[in-house]
Structure formats: C-alpha cells, structure tokens
C-alpha cells in the first residue's frame, strides 16, 4: 500500500545537525500519520516525532523537544526529520514509519516502516 524510504544519515559531531526525509509512494501520502522512530543496538524502537495527516500537530518526547522538529510536504509525499544540537545518546538507525490511525507511540501501531538510515553522534 505504502513504500518508505529514508535518506540523510551520516556521521556528525555533538552539537551538530542533519536532516532526514523519508519519500512515500503507493497511497495518498496525506491519509496516512507519520512518525519517525529509533533504536540502538539492544534497545526497544522508541518514537522520537509524530505529525498528523494535516501536518497542524506534532509530538514529541521530552528527550529530543526543542531539538527535533518534523515535517512533512503532501505535495512531495516527504516527510522530514531536522536533528540539532544532537547529543551522542541520538546515535540509532532512524526509522520512518506510516499509518492510517491517529497517534500512536509504539512501534506495533505502525503498518508500515522504511529500510532504516543510521545517524551516528560522535563525542
């Protein structure tokens, strides 16, 4: 129904910034919540952002609030992913993630996932 890919991640130092974008086709992009998500070896997948299908309401945690910022472009089925002042515990493979409901704050609630971009903070 949905494809995801992500492009953008790399390697960056503390205090730095990238941006991610995750490209959609298959459904129209705009009926479809979007999130991004992370994890690191041996942890659980946690949600970093979420937007609604209007793009008018975010979410998210408090460990990345006023760092991250997410967005998304109906017109360009992309949705985006600014990171700054990153922090050597953001170092994950970042994960784009679609789906028909509302909000949701676990991994299982999505239906569909991107191939993953490893963002990596140094010291």
């Known amino acids: 129904q949905v494809q995801l890919v992500e492009s953008g991640g790399g390697l960056v130092q503390a205090g730095g910034s990238l941006r991610l974008s995750c490209a959609a086709s298959?459904?129209?992009?705009?009926?479809?919540?979007r999130a991004w998500f992370r994890q690191a070896p041996g942890k659980e997948r946690e949600l970093v952002a979420a937007?609604?299908?209007?793009?008018?309401?975010?979410y998210y945690p408090d460990s990345v609030k006023g760092r991250f910022s997410i967005s998304r472009d109906n017109a360009k089925d992309t949705v985006y992913l600014q990171m700054n002042s990153l922090k050597p515990e953001d170092t994950a493979l970042y994960y784009c993630?679609?789906?028909?409901?509302?909000?949701?704050?676990?991994?299982?609630?999505?239906?569909?996932w991107g191939q993953g971009t490893q963002v990596t903070v140094s010291s």
């Open positions: 298959g459904r129209t992009f705009s009926d479809y919540t």
């Open positions: 937007i609604s299908r209007s793009g008018g309401a975010t």
């Open positions: 993630a679609a789906t028909l409901q509302g909000f949701r704050i676990i991994p299982g609630d999505y239906d569909y």
